[in-house]
């Protein structure tokens, strides 16, 4: 462990606390990187940044459990909701309640089921993935469902890859022992922010385009 | 791999369009301008471009309780001032005797229902920020007669691309069922590739993948001609100017009686063009770059000389002849011989009815003619070898004719059918009498029956010539290149 961690361990700061504060731009970084040079597309970087950090409080299996059910919840309330005709805020606080009650049944069920790992989870990350469903809907609303589906799986996707990335153990040491290395991070990002290159999933979506260049 | 690297230079991805082409001529104040459309509506309006008429602007909840529905026109288009990609778009396609109207998706839409879009509107739920948004009626463009098969319901749009004052690309936006009247392409609509000097279409995309016949009503997509294609290039480039945009998408519909009408400029243009012209657009962007373009007239010509890709299509539209190269592909039929096909080894190659190969548009020839070996190789052995044998002792001279000569071997003449005949040729090398085959052909993807003579082509490049007698039907361009080259 570097000098400068534990000089801030040494004031009460809890390890967990500090690993998470120099992993996020890490992965902050890694969801610019999935966007430039890969070109996965995702709701900006707050989504898939907190979706990450809300799987690792909650863990993987029971995160992306809760965030599936909220999903359908949401998308199908939105589809019920349709024909009502309400405004934008009603209509999504409509969306949210429901979503809580299920929510609310789903920790019913887990604590019924003897899956005491799900009820005893923090609620507050719990909450932030109720939020995130606003997110979701508005998306479906404005774009169709086709786009917003396909967002939604490349956020959860990234996420995914992000929780991977964090509970990593290579990963951890090296943050841990060379926090420095975050400066790094500038570099990256000045070279992601500066590159003009085709990203990997246009060299599939323009594949025709390429392919004719050579007539 | 290194191909598809070095094949997709020219192609311009999101973070190049971004960064090389929006940010340094897209100003910000620019921006503002083209994603409100009823301001740049006002500017180009003002600058005597042609815009659809304004019916109503409603910009807070005082003005949509006192608006006169009543004033509104049978048929209209509700639009939010900020909205983007055709999202928050109703099109309202004509009146009920209740003084309801009905959308494009033949739904019944009611005063509630418009209050309550427009109310969507105010939340700014199409705006491009979230932020709250205004409303505004406009003018339904009528659609033109030419695009009425192609289009579901709503109104075709025209794309160009403009960047230093040269439309750099063209498409065709058609709207379908599954778009809901909408030309927008992630919508579902149809993208046609147009070729920027003649405004003719060429392929087609729908979702990003090549189509032929649009979905609904099944007819070809390519080859369509846009009327006013000049007007609209012109047109285009003027908003560039006017918008201040570097790299602009101007959108352009027709109007059957107003003619073209310009719907929107896009800062943000979309890069699905380039699929639907099969064509990469950085590629054209960078041989644009820097040049000094005088006018619209200047810059339309740079465009139509640079990215017309397919000019001798006019000539072929006014002649109705097809324009050939000097080289060109042909298919010969392969005789259906009693011997069969012999390839080099030996054996057998009868699953092939036809070869192609590359041959000599020579206008300076009278008759086509091929190679001797390529002939045999064609099943015309036997004959071949016949009419060598008869020939070989026939005296030849200076003052031989083909009625003189062709009665020497009447007998052989009549054994071999319609398919051969003979033909006398004089040249600087003196007099030779050669065979004549009948020959199926197929040149520039017309069929024709041809007499080829026959004779020893082995020391020269091409083992065909097509000459004179054959191309009634064509038009020979010797700029032009082989456009496909077979074996690749």
């Known amino acids: 462990m570097s000098n400068i961690i534990q000089l801030i361990a040494s004031q009460g700061v809890s390890i967990e606390t500090i690993y998470l504060i120099l992993a996020l731009p890490f992965i902050a970084t890694l969801i610019a990187a999935f966007r430039q040079l890969i070109g996965i597309k995702s709701f900006g970087i707050y989504t898939p940044l907190v979706l990450t950090f809300a799987f690792w409080a909650i863990g993987i299996k ?154 | 791999m290194f191909t598809l690297i070095k094949n997709s230079k ?47 602007i409603i910009r807070n909840r005082h003005e949509l309780e006192v608006f006169k529905w009543g004033d509104l026109p049978k048929s209209f288009v509700l639009k939010p001032n900020h909205g983007r990609g055709g999202g928050g778009i109703k099109v309202i396609f004509g009146q009920n005797k209740d003084l309801s109207w009905v959308s494009t998706e033949g739904k019944k839409v009611t005063i509630k229902d418009l209050r309550d879009h427009i109310m969507d509107i105010f939340e700014g739920f199409y705006s491009f920020s979230g932020t709250s948004d205004i409303a505004f009626f406009e003018e339904r463009i009528k659609l033109l007669k030419v695009f009425k098969p192609y289009s579901y319901k709503g109104i075709p749009d025209i794309r160009v691309i403009v960047y230093n004052k040269v439309p750099v690309m063209a498409m065709l936006r058609l709207p379908t069922r599954e778009s809901e009247g909408k030309a927008n392409l992630h919508l579902g609509g149809i993208g046609l590739g147009v070729d920027v000097a003649t405004g003719v279409t060429t392929n087609a995309v729908m979702h990003d993948q090549l189509i032929e016949k649009t979905p609904d009503t099944k007819f070809k997509l390519s080859g369509v001609k846009i009327p006013y294609w000049k007007d609209i290039l012109e047109i285009a480039i003027k908003c560039q100017e006017i918008s201040k945009l570097g790299y602009v998408g101007v959108d352009i519909a027709i109007d059957s009686e107003r003619g073209p009408v310009v719907l929107e400029v896009n800062a943000h243009a979309g890069l699905s063009i380039q699929i639907a012209n099969l064509s990469p657009l950085k590629y054209r962007l960078k ?66 009815k036809e070869i192609e190969l590359k041959a000599k548009i020579d206008t300076g020839a009278d008759r086509s003619s091929i190679d001797e070996e390529l002939a045999r190789k064609l099943g015309y052995e036997k004959v071949i070898d016949e009419f060598k044998g008869v020939v070989k002792d026939l005296e030849i001279g200076n003052n031989a004719t083909k009625e003189i000569l062709d009665e020497k071997i009447k007998d052989k003449l009549e054994k071999w059918g319609d398919d051969f005949d003979t033909v006398v040729i ?49 038009l020979v361009d010797p700029s032009k290149k082989t456009k496909a080259v077979f074996g690749k």
Request: aromatic share 10%; glycine share 8%; net charge positive.
């Open chain 1, 62 to 215: 029971y995160g992306l459990a809760i965030f599936i059910v909220i999903f359908l919840t949401g998308t199908a309330v939105r589809y019920i909701l349709k024909n009502f005709r309400l405004l934008y805020m009603p209509r999504m606080a409509i969306v949210l309640t429901v979503i809580s009650l299920a929510i609310l049944v789903l920790l019913a069920l887990g604590g019924y089921f003897q899956k005491t790992g799900l009820a005893s989870t923090s609620i507050l990350p719990i909450l932030i993935l109720i939020t995130l469903i606003e997110k979701f809907i508005s998306t479906q609303v404005e774009k169709g469902f086709r786009t917003a589906a396909f967002l939604s799986v490349e956020t959860l996707a990234i996420s995914i890859a992000g929780y991977y990335f964090i509970i990593w153990d290579v990963f951890r040491d090296l943050v841990l022992s060379h926090p420095e290395y975050i400066l790094l991070l500038f570099v990256v990002n000045i070279f992601l922010g500066k590159w003009t290159g085709i990203r990997l999933s246009e060299y599939l979506r323009f594949r025709k385009v390429i392919k004719n260049v050579d007539k």
């Open chain 2, 287 to 352: 041989k644009i770059n820097g040049l000094k373009v005088k006018n619209e007239a200047h810059g339309i010509r740079i465009a139509q000389d640079l990215f017309g890709g397919e000019v001798e299509e006019e000539i072929e539209d006014i002649s109705g002849k097809q324009v050939l190269g000097i080289i060109e592909t042909i298919k010969i039929g392969i005789m259906n011989h009693e011997l069969g096909i012999k390839n080099k080894e030996g054996g057998e190659l009868i699953e092939k």
């Open chain 2, 10 to 56: 020219g192609l311009l991805g999101m973070n190049a369009r971004n960064l090389s082409y929006i940010r340094p001529n897209n100003l910000q104040g620019a921006i503002r301008l083209a994603n409100n459309k009823l301001k740049s509506k006002e500017a180009l309006f003002k600058a005597g471009i042609p815009v659809p008429k304004v019916f109503g």
């Open chain 2, 426 to 474: 004089k040249s600087s090398h003196g007099v030779s009498y050669r065979l004549l085959i009948k020959m199926n052909i197929e040149l520039s993807g017309i069929k024709l029956i041809s007499k080829m003579s026959v004779t020893d082509r082995s020391h020269l490049e091409f083992p065909v010539i097509i000459g004179r007698r054959s191309l009634g039907r064509f």
